[in-house]
């Protein structure tokens, strides 16, 4: 359940989260989809204030993002939103080209029936939110929560830790550009299939079909550079 923190334009700290986790979450977030700029100075007295969180839980949220590579730190001078570097995603794509097929091969193995049939149901819900009309950075929260799911799926928190990091870089390129890139429901609609796949229990194609979308990632993103 949500609580009351920060102000009206952040969302709220859930029950189960500590300052520091909400802290981070929030951060997190807005450093992704580039509501705090590249560059853009982290002051830990206004972050509490907004926040609604002490200095302390910010500060352990600043040192998580440090070590995301979301955030940089300099003696003397303070820590600043890490800048966005295009020629980075050949490299971040051929991790996650790696990486994101195993664990959405690992998911369709191991994953509970309860956790696939929850992979079904957030299918349909895709399904459902792609047939309205989605902001372009709404579809780009849509594709990091199917991410997650399906790291999560994947029951290893040391491959869903690695996966995370870096689709979130890749998802900070992807906010670089998104004025620049067509409706990408298209794009988010595969999910749609490698989700019911997950859940029908088949790696091989759950592997494919993750393979396909991450190539289709970078050539989206290729396209209008």
């Not at 390129?173 to 409706?183: F, M, N, Q, T």
């Amino acid at each position: 359940m949500p609580v009351e923190t920060g102000s009206a334009d952040v969302p709220a700290r859930q029950s189960d989260e500590t300052y520091a986790d909400y802290a981070y979450r929030v951060l997190c977030d807005e450093l992704i989809v580039l509501d705090i700029k590249p560059g853009e100075p982290l002051n830990d007295d206004s972050l509490s204030r907004r926040l609604g969180v002490g200095r302390t839980p910010i500060r352990e949220a600043m040192k998580r993002l440090e070590s995301d590579h979301l955030v940089v730190a300099y003696p003397r001078r303070g820590t600043f939103a890490s800048s966005v570097d295009i020629t980075d995603l050949a490299e971040i794509s051929e991790i996650r080209q790696l990486l994101e097929p195993v664990a959405s091969a690992r998911a369709a193995r191991v994953a509970s029936p309860r956790t696939k049939q929850e992979l079904r149901e957030f299918a349909r819900e895709v399904e459902q939110l792609l047939a309205g009309r989605q902001a372009q950075r709404d579809l780009m929260r849509l594709d990091m929560r199917v991410h997650r799911a399906i790291y999560r799926a994947a029951g290893s928190r040391h491959l869903e830790d690695v996966l995370i990091r870096y689709d979130n870089l890749a998802t900070r390129i992807w906010s670089l550009v998104l004025e620049k890139l067509p409706p990408v429901s298209e794009h988010i609609a595969q999910h749609i299939e490698l989700l019911e796949i997950i859940a029908d229990g088949d790696p091989e194609a759950a592997a494919r079909l993750t393979s396909k979308h991450v190539t289709e990632f970078e050539n989206l993103i290729r396209a209008v550079l």
